[in-house]
């Protein structure tokens, strides 16, 4: 690169930190903020702001490609406008930079955290999650929680065990974002470090009920960004899927958020924005909180534990016990012509394999697996076929 080309990228890189430092609110987080695990050498040619550069690991990742066959909440249903996972971690991100916009926050950090944070999510769902867990507990490594698999993917999985070296702001905001959790207000816990992150994750493996909060505004927005991406959407799918009707949803709910994923989705987004002004905490107004709170009820019982979404869930889990069974002996026997040594550990580093266990390989080979990807690993006479919807 000549010294003229160099000198004009230097220039656009100055300019860009002048506009973020004039456009950032006082809560937000500034891009020279930014730390990695590993220090990474500024070079001349490269004029993005890290959490930019964050954006485009996490996209380039082989588990982000991955999202596509990723079922959210509804699987093995024959229907294509069926939210997959791929769409709902970009809803989530424009939702999330939307809020983060009108408060002044870092809308590249939003996006990262946006981008990566279901990274971690077994085939199937939650209904995965829960029968990859069981499994995981059952051979001593521990609960498997798609956050912490989310962060074990970047860090230690991906580029072949080399990971991604994500900025801490980026791995925090994806270790903290538990959609699930129901909090009117989240402040940040602004102050962390690398070796406090580790003992969070720490902590989590030993309890998953160990509350954890996001170091950054960018982070807890993202949270929130989390459930109003997935509430009113999930209540779309299951009326187009006729598991329930419109107008089911009880009125005082509806009469306040609305009862289109449109309209829930503008009013939870207006009321955070309203009430997270001039604050240093992500907030919903009481009353709106309160009816998300029995939203996420209604749906809970109406959806998520609906029987009709369930009926292969045994022969779901007995098909995990199976893939399972199976690479924790070929790896054991040393049978490479298994796809777990083909396909997963293939050029894998040392590092990566001196520093798992088998079950722990095991865990991370079916957690990455596409839905479709996961049934092709089964006998065919075993699997499940799509129901039309």
């Not at 987080?29 to 004029?47: C, F, H, N, Q």
């Not at 009862?259 to 009430?275: E, F, M, P």
């Not at 992500?282 to 009353?287: R, V, Y």
């Amino acid at each position: 690169m000549g010294k003229s080309e160099g000198d004009t990228l230097c220039r656009i890189r100055e300019a860009v930190g002048r506009r973020e430092a004039e456009i950032l609110s006082p809560g937000a987080t500034p891009s020279p903020a930014g730390i990695r695990r590993r220090p990474e050498p500024r070079l001349e040619t490269d004029y993005r702001p890290v959490f930019s550069v964050d954006v485009d690991r996490v996209l380039h990742s082989r588990a982000y490609s991955r999202y596509i066959d990723k079922t959210q909440v509804f699987y093995l249903i024959q229907n294509d406008h069926i939210t997959h996972r791929v769409l709902h971690v970009q809803l989530v991100s424009k939702i999330a930079r939307t809020i983060g916009r009108f408060l002044g926050l870092n809308e590249d950090l939003i996006e990262a955290v946006a981008l990566g944070h279901d990274i971690g999510h077994a085939p199937f769902g939650h209904d995965g999650e829960r029968i990859l867990s069981d499994l995981c507990r059952d051979h001593g490594i521990g609960p498997f929680q798609h956050n912490l698999q989310s962060v074990q993917f970047l860090e230690r999985v991906e580029r072949k065990g080399r990971g991604w070296n994500l900025c801490l702001q980026t791995l925090d905001g994806i270790l903290c974002h538990d959609g699930e959790v129901h909090n009117a207000e989240l402040v940040p816990r602004r102050v962390k470090t690398f070796d406090d992150f580790d003992r969070e994750i720490a902590a989590k493996q030993a309890d998953p009920d160990t509350p954890l909060m996001p170091m950054t505004l960018e982070g807890c927005v993202v949270r929130m960004a989390d459930t109003i991406s997935y509430i009113g959407r999930d209540l779309e799918d299951a009326i187009r899927l006729n598991m329930i009707r419109r107008t089911e949803i009880p009125k005082d709910i509806s009469g306040r958020l609305g009862d289109t994923n449109g309209t829930i989705v503008y009013n939870l987004v207006t009321d955070v924005i309203v009430h997270s002004q001039s604050r240093s905490a992500a907030s919903f107004s009481p009353e709106v909180s309160e009816c998300l709170r029995r939203l996420k009820a209604f749906n809970l019982e109406r959806i998520y534990m609906n029987p009709k979404i369930k009926v292969d869930l045994k022969r779901i889990r007995t098909l995990f016990q199976i893939l399972f069974e199976r690479y924790l002996t070929d790896i054991r026997t040393d049978n490479r012509d298994s796809v777990i040594f083909r396909r997963f550990l293939k050029d894998m580093s040392d590092h990566y394999v001196q520093r798992h266990r088998e079950e722990e390989i095991v865990r991370d080979f079916i957690a990455g697996m596409t839905d479709q990807y996961f049934l092709r690993q089964c006998p065919e006479h075993l699997r499940p076929q799509p129901r039309p919807g």
